[in-house]
Every structure is written in C-alpha cells, then in structure tokens.
C-alpha cells in the first residue's frame, strides 16, 4: 500500500523550523552565486537562514564571511536576496566561528577594552547587513563567562527580538561527554543561567558527535531534561558536507516522524549546507528544505514502539550511548583511542583530516 501524499509546505517562516545554513555562496571556481531565491518561489516551508561562516579575526576590526571582508562585493547578491527573504516572512542569522577557529578567543575576553575592540566590529556587520539573530557556533574553547558576557550584550545592544542560537555537537548536550566547546563549558549550566536569552540549539548528530539513524541519541538529549522545542536536530544534506552521519531519505523521515510522535513541540531540522542539498544537488538544492518541511507537518503517526528506551538518569550521570557510525578503519579509530583519546575526538580528528591517521594524532595533540 502506497503510503499518504505530503502535505504542502505553509507559508514562509511558519510552522515547523525548518532551518538551512548557507556557507558556500558561489558556484565552482568562484562561479555565479548560489541564489536563495528558489527557496521562496518552491515554496519549500524553509523558517530560517543561517549565513555563515562570519569570522572574527586577530587584527582588530577585520571581519571577513569566509575568506573575505564581509562587504566585498562578491557578497552584493547574497545581501539583497536576504532583504528578499526576510521581508517573505523568513529569518537570516548569521553564523559566528565554526570550524576554523580563533573568533571565540578573541571575543573571550576579561579586559573590558579589549573586548570591545573584538565586539563591536562584529556587532556594526550584523547591524548594517540587518541581520535577525546571531548563531554562536563555539568548535574552540570558550570560558563560561565569556559566552554569558557575549550573550549579555548582545541582547542589550539588539532588543528582545534578536534571535541567540548555539550549535552544539550532540555530545555537548549529554552529561559527562567530550565536545568541541572546551573543557571547562557546560552547555546544561548555560541553560540554566542563560536559557531564557537563547532561542535553541542548532544540534550536530554528525561527524561522529552524534547518530541521526535512530532517535535514540534525541531522546537521551531529552531524558537529560532539555525541552524538545528547544533541541533542533541537526543534519548533513549532502554526505559531501561532513566526515561521516549524512542519513538518507526516506530513513531520516521515519526518524522524524518518530520524534515528533513523541514530542508534539518537536524542536525542527536544521540542514548543513544548502548549496547541494539532497535530493536536488547543485541543481535543485531547496528540494531538501521542501522535503523536510511537508515531513514535519504531515499527520503525527501512532506512537511507534521505540527500539531503543533512553532511561532517565541523574544529572552528571555520563550517558552510555551507543557509538555513532562513521566510515573508518576500527584499527585507525583504535589507534588513536590507544593514545587516550575518546572514540569521539578520534572520529572528528579522522573527519578533518581525511581519514589519516598520523595527521589526526597531530590535531588530537595540537587541540
């Protein structure tokens, strides 16, 4: 039996958060721009846009999108069609930090001047570009009291309607695990002191920080007392975007689907990237945020029998989860793990450094 049609995407920015991150701006070879616009004129149910990467750099008052200054001229396309889809109902946040490091450093500061001289270049780009909200993507150690100082002005400085997310990999989450945000932060203590000011959680379950092939990790995210609308679940769109965790469809619609049976105020989906966006690709790239947006707003199935029960534990019980898949050798991901590291930082060290594992041994070391 043929399963129901999906229903239609609703409107733009309504329903469901249906979220894409935009890092890769133009075509190959420094190409045409990849326009925004088809995610309005598909009707895709897309709510928001997170541009990225916005980085803070050593020289005060450099702040480049990518590679370059962020008012290049190579980025006149893409600030016009964000107007485009801001004034369609759409939000556009800005990423800050990600993968290459060094924005988080320069805004971790206890010298209030100095801070300043790192802040406000960054706080006059998102205001000249209009930019409505700000997504804090920390992949490098960060102090408690940075991130809260950070937060704090930010609201004092944009208003209560000023969107603050965070981008956590899943592990961040739990209790007891390694993540990418530093030692010393806590993610549940942020919450705690902090969770009024910030939206959600755009979460990572790729990359070997995390499993998107069941709901188990979500859940146990959840049993750990965070609330569901508040825990976006993260994505690759392409396996192209990301070491290892891309899940396809239509397996990853059974795993929302299943989530959202369980929890009505499901937080969303967030897609990295969309410049190539399964199942359209480069050429049909919004396809992805149609997908997920008639996925989460067609009929809540019955309650499935979950596979996997997360049990319910006390806070600052680690999590015993089971290992997120990835495509490498178990005698590499051994090898490293040998030198005291966990299956995690082994995984993400083999991801960024194409599956070799002296190069990894050599970031492991280095971070």
């Given at each position: 039996?043929?399963?129901?049609?999906?229903?239609?995407?609703?409107?733009?920015?309504?329903?469901?958060?249906?979220?894409?991150?935009?890092?890769?701006?133009?075509?190959?070879?420094?190409?045409?721009?990849?326009?925004?616009?088809?995610?309005?004129?598909?009707?895709?149910?897309?709510?928001?846009?997170?541009?990225?990467?916005?980085?803070?750099?050593?020289?005060?008052?450099?702040?480049?999108?990518?590679?370059?200054?962020?008012?290049?001229?190579?980025?006149?396309?893409?600030?016009?069609?964000?107007?485009?889809?801001?004034?369609?109902?759409?939000?556009?946040?800005?990423?800050?930090?990600?993968?290459?490091?060094?924005?988080?450093?320069?805004?971790?500061?206890?010298?209030?001047?100095?801070?300043?001289?790192?802040?406000?270049?960054?706080?006059?780009?998102?205001?000249?570009?209009?930019?409505?909200?700000?997504?804090?993507?920390?992949?490098?150690?960060?102090?408690?009291?940075?991130?809260?100082?950070?937060i704090d002005r930010l609201r004092a400085d944009f208003g209560p309607s000023f969107l603050i997310t965070l981008a956590p990999v899943a592990t961040g989450l739990l209790v007891g695990q390694p993540h990418l945000s530093g030692p010393a932060f806590d993610y549940h203590v942020l919450e705690a002191m902090r969770g009024h000011e910030i939206a959600w959680y755009n979460t990572q379950f790729y990359n070997g920080w995390g499993d998107a092939n069941t709901s188990f990790w979500y859940e146990t995210i959840i049993a750990t007392g965070w609330k569901p609308e508040k825990v976006v679940f993260g994505l690759l769109t392409n396996p192209g975007n990301g070491g290892s965790g891309y899940v396809a469809q239509p397996h990853i619609d059974s795993v929302?689907?299943?989530?959202?049976?369980?929890?009505?105020?499901?937080?969303?989906?967030?897609?990295?990237?969309?410049?190539?966006?399964?199942?359209?690709?480069?050429?049909?790239?919004?396809?992805?945020?149609?997908?997920?947006?008639?996925?989460?707003?067609?009929?809540?199935?019955?309650?499935?029998?979950?596979?996997?029960?997360?049990?319910?534990?006390?806070?600052?019980?680690?999590?015993?989860?089971?290992?997120?898949?990835?495509?490498?050798?178990?005698?590499?991901?051994?090898?490293?793990?040998?030198?005291?590291?966990?299956?995690?930082?082994?995984?993400?060290?083999?991801?960024?450094?194409?599956?070799?594992?002296?190069?990894?041994?050599?970031?492991?070391?280095?971070?």
């Amino acid at each position: 039996m043929s399963s129901a049609p999906l229903p239609n995407p609703p409107p733009p920015g309504q329903g469901s958060r249906v979220i894409l991150y935009h890092q890769t701006h133009h075509g190959p070879n420094d190409g045409p721009p990849v326009s925004l616009l088809p995610l309005l004129t598909n009707n895709t149910g897309v709510t928001h846009i997170i541009i990225a990467a916005i980085h803070v750099n050593g020289e005060p008052g450099n702040i480049t999108l990518n590679d370059h200054h962020y008012d290049h001229e190579r980025f006149a396309t893409l600030y016009s069609e964000m107007a485009w889809c801001q004034a369609s109902g759409l939000k556009v946040l800005g990423m800050v930090g990600g993968a290459a490091k060094g924005s988080f450093e320069m805004l971790d500061r206890n010298d209030p001047q100095m801070f300043e001289t790192y802040y406000v270049p960054l706080r006059d780009m998102l205001r000249k570009h209009n930019f409505d909200g700000i997504d804090l993507d920390i992949e490098e150690a960060m102090s408690m009291d940075g991130c809260i100082r950070l937060i704090d002005r930010l609201r004092a400085d944009f208003g209560p309607s000023f969107l603050i997310t965070l981008a956590p990999v899943a592990t961040g989450l739990l209790v007891g695990q390694p993540h990418l945000s530093g030692p010393a932060f806590d993610y549940h203590v942020l919450e705690a002191m902090r969770g009024h000011e910030i939206a959600w959680y755009n979460t990572q379950f790729y990359n070997g920080w995390g499993d998107a092939n069941t709901s188990f990790w979500y859940e146990t995210i959840i049993a750990t007392g965070w609330k569901p609308e508040k825990v976006v679940f993260g994505l690759l769109t392409n396996p192209g975007n990301g070491g290892s965790g891309y899940v396809a469809q239509p397996h990853i619609d059974s795993v929302l689907r299943a989530m959202r049976a369980r929890h009505p105020n499901f937080g969303g989906v967030m897609g990295w990237e969309y410049f190539n966006a399964l199942p359209g690709d480069r050429e049909r790239p919004w396809e992805w945020a149609a997908h997920m947006s008639r996925v989460l707003h067609s009929p809540i199935p019955a309650l499935p029998a979950p596979q996997q029960q997360a049990p319910i534990r006390p806070y600052g019980e680690p999590a015993a989860l089971p290992p997120a898949p990835h495509p490498y050798p178990a005698e590499s991901v051994k090898t490293l793990q040998d030198l005291g590291f966990t299956q995690q930082q082994a995984v993400a060290a083999l991801n960024s450094t194409g599956g070799n594992v002296e190069y990894a041994a050599g970031l492991l070391f280095q971070d």
